[in-house]
C-alpha cells in the first residue's frame, strides 16, 4: 500500500516545467516528464455528471463542466487541467472534408463518435475507386462552399487563418476502415500490385492535402511548419512483411516531405501490441511515439534510443483507479527510463485517457514520479 498524501505538489510543478527539454532527453532534467493531463471526456465520472464522453456537449455547458473539475483539479493535483474559454462559434472555419470520403468511405455517428465505412464488395470496385481519386481535384473535393468566403471573413474579423494539415488517421487503418480486416489483409497478400496501388494513393493524397492547407494557411512549400503525425491502431494487424510493403512506405514518403530535418516533429501512435513492428518503424527516426501497454519502455528504447516514449501506463490501469497497481506501473517505467541514463521518457497513458479515470489517479501518478522517477 503507498500513501500519496505527501506528494510535494509545489516541488513537482517546478520540477516538471524543465522536464521536456531536449525532447525530454535533457540531462538538466530532474525526474520524466508528466504527459497526463487528463481530458474533456473525464468531467463526467470525476463529476457524477450525464453526458457524451466522445460526443457532443453545448458550448455553455461544457464551460461549465470545466469550470468545476478545474476547481476539484486544483485542490487535488495544483493545477488546472481544462480549456474554460473558449472562442466565439463564427469564429471556426467550416471543416474540410476527411480523407477517408476523398476514398469513398462514409461516416456514421455511432456509440458515441464517427466511424468511417466502405462499400467496396470486389477489387474491380476498389480500382474503380483508385481510378477516380487518381484522376480527382483534391482541393476541390475538400474545400467546402463558402470555404473562400468564410476564411476571408473570419481572418477580417478575428485574424484567424486556416491550419495547416499536420496529422491523420494512419494509412493501414484508413485501409482497414474502408476494405475491412479479412478482405483487405487477403489483398495484401493475392493482389499486391493493387494493395501497393492503394497505398501509394494514400500517400499522394496526403501529401497534396498538406501542400493545399500550407497555401491555405497563409505560408508557402518553401516556408511552412515541418512536423507531421499517424494514429494508425490497426497496422498491428500486419505481419513485417507486409508493413513493410504498404504502411511504411506511406509515412516514409509523408514524412520526407513534411519532416524532413533530424529536428521535425515525426510521430507515431498506436495503441495496440506493437513489438514486432519496431525494428521497421525504427527506422523512421521518429521524434515521439505512443504505443500499447503490451510494450515497455526497455522494449521501445532498445529500437528507439532517440524517440520519447508517451507511456507506458495501461489506460484500464489508469482507469481502474487502483493506485497501488498505478503507482507499480510508473515505478516500473521510471527505472527503466533511468536504465543507462538514457531518460527520453513523458510519462502517459500508453493509449487514450478515457472518462472513469479521476484525478486521483493523476496525483499517483506524480506521487510515484516524484518517488521513484528521480533521475540525479
Not at 67 to 78: C, D, S
Not at 100 to 116: N, Q, S
Not at 331 to 342: Q, T
Amino acid at each position: 500500500m503507498y500513501c500519496t498524501d505527501d506528494l510535494d505538489i509545489e516541488r513537482f510543478w517546478k520540477d516538471d516545467s524543465a522536464s521536456r527539454e531536449g525532447n525530454c532527453f535533457a540531462k538538466s532534467t530532474m525526474q520524466p516528464a508528466l504527459g497526463i493531463r487528463m481530458s474533456d471526456e473525464c468531467v463526467f465520472a470525476e463529476l457524477g455528471e450525464e453526458g457524451e464522453p466522445w460526443g457532443y456537449t453545448e458550448r455553455e455547458r461544457r464551460i461549465e463542466l470545466n469550470k468545476r473539475y478545474n476547481e476539484k483539479a486544483l485542490k487535488t493535483v495544483g493545477k488546472s487541467l481544462l480549456v474554460e474559454e473558449y472562442p466565439p462559434e463564427d469564429s471556426y472555419l467550416p471543416g474540410t472534408v476527411q480523407i477517408g470520403k476523398i476514398f469513398g468511405g462514409e461516416y456514421t455517428y455511432e456509440a458515441g463518435t464517427y466511424w468511417l465505412h466502405g462499400d467496396f464488395e470486389s477489387e474491380k470496385d476498389l480500382e474503380k475507386m483508385l481510378d477516380n481519386v487518381e484522376k480527382a481535384d483534391i482541393r476541390e473535393m475538400i474545400l467546402p462552399e463558402r470555404w473562400e468566403y468564410e476564411k476571408k471573413r473570419i481572418f477580417e474579423t478575428y485574424g484567424n487563418r486556416p491550419s495547416q494539415f499536420m496529422g491523420i488517421r494512419g494509412p493501414i487503418t484508413l485501409m482497414n476502415s474502408l476494405y475491412g480486416t479479412e478482405r483487405m489483409l487477403y489483398l495484401m497478400c493475392d493482389a499486391p500490385e493493387l494493395c501497393r496501388r492503394f497505398s501509394d494513393a494514400i500517400a499522394d493524397v496526403v501529401i497534396k492535402y498538406i501542400k493545399i492547407m500550407i497555401t491555405e494557411s497563409g505560408k508557402t512549400l518553401d516556408n511552412f511548419e515541418h512536423g507531421f503525425y499517424f494514429a494508425d491502431d490497426d497496422c498491428n494487424l500486419l505481419t513485417p512483411e507486409l508493413y513493410e510493403n504498404f504502411g511504411y512506405p506511406v509515412l516514409k514518403k509523408v514524412f520526407d516531405f513534411a519532416a524532413p530535418n533530424a529536428e521535425d516533429t515525426r510521430y507515431q501512435h498506436s495503441d495496440s501490441a506493437m513489438g514486432h513492428l519496431l525494428p521497421i518503424l525504427s527506422r523512421l527516426n521518429l521524434t515521439g511515439c505512443n504505443f500499447g501497454p503490451t510494450l515497455t519502455v526497455r522494449e521501445i528504447r532498445k529500437h528507439m534510443p532517440k524517440t520519447c516514449i508517451d507511456g507506458q501506463v495501461a489506460p484500464f490501469t489508469f482507469m481502474s483507479n487502483d493506485e497501488t497497481k498505478i503507482i507499480e506501473e510508473v515505478k516500473r517505467d521510471c527505472e527503466m527510463a533511468k536504465e543507462n541514463d538514457l531518460r527520453g521518457l513523458n510519462l502517459s497513458c500508453a493509449g487514450s485517457i478515457n472518462n472513469g479515470s479521476l484525478l486521483t489517479s493523476m496525483k499517483a501518478v506524480m506521487w510515484a514520479v516524484q518517488k521513484y522517477g528521480q533521475y540525479n
